[in-house]
């Protein structure tokens, strides 16, 4: 059974902060690592991707990917509270031979950022 | 317009009904996914499809059935509903590696 895991929160950070949110997954062939934002009653946004180990940023957002231990974080620097959201990592379950890709999500992260 | 379109947006039915859930899309892509949402439970895959002739089961596909009419349209159906099928159901398309693009749900309760 693939899994991917994540602390369920809520997290609370205060307007300003650094949000520091975590993932880890069980399958060491997954390719390819994503963060969806999901607003409440709202459908899932993608907002990173992640394909090699490391940091990548994009703005207020970095991603950092480490295949070794297994473990992929999004970090979101100055955090507002529009941040407010759950967060969902998603790992791409990639199937040998096939070119298909399924994502496998974790069960999310609710973040909060008090003003 | 929105790119990936769900109908309805709400539905309350009863134990036994058959019910059918619509997607259709703008986008162009040729990967179209149905997931289920449940507090605690994240986001699962019960269909998707890669093309109009290639369906695939997903994580859990039990107690429904998809149709993938052309290529900017997938449907859900669940045959018999049971109140455990009551969920935030999302269609979703994407252009490969797991960039996904999702509509706005449909809230499915069954009674």
């Known amino acids: 059974q693939k899994e991917v895991e994540q602390n369920s929160g809520p997290l609370s950070v205060p307007e300003g902060a650094i949000a520091s949110l975590n993932c880890t997954y069980s399958?060491?062939?997954?390719?390819?690592f994503f963060w969806y934002r999901q607003y409440s009653g709202k459908s899932p946004e993608l907002i990173m991707s992640?394909?090699?180990?490391g940091d990548k940023e994009d703005g207020r957002f970095t991603a950092q990917l480490n295949k070794a231990s297994q473990y992929v974080s999004l970090l979101i620097r100055d955090s507002q509270p529009s941040d407010s959201a759950t967060y969902l990592c998603?790992?791409?379950?990639?199937?040998?031979?096939?070119?298909?890709?399924?994502?496998?999500f974790g069960k999310g992260t609710k973040l909060s950022v008090i003003p | 317009d929105a790119d990936v379109t769900q109908t309805p947006r709400n539905r309350i039915t009863k134990t036994g009904k058959r019910i059918m859930l619509e997607c259709s899309q703008t986008k162009g892509h040729d990967r179209m996914y149905w997931y289920r949402q449940d507090p605690g439970l994240g986001l699962r895959l019960i269909y998707y499809s890669f093309d109009v002739k290639d369906i695939n089961k997903g994580e859990i596909s039990d107690g429904y059935s998809v149709s993938r009419q052309a290529q900017a349209k997938f449907s859900l159906s669940l045959e018999s509903a049971i109140p455990n099928q009551t969920a935030l159901y999302f269609c979703?398309?994407?252009?490969?590696?797991?960039?996904?693009?999702f509509g706005s749900g449909t809230q499915l309760s069954v009674l």
């Open positions: 992640i394909y090699s180990n």
């Open positions: 979703a398309t994407s252009e490969g590696q797991g960039k996904l693009f």
């Open positions: 399958d060491r062939v997954s390719q390819s």
């Open positions: 998603a790992v791409n379950q990639a199937y040998s031979g096939a070119g298909s890709y399924q994502l496998t």
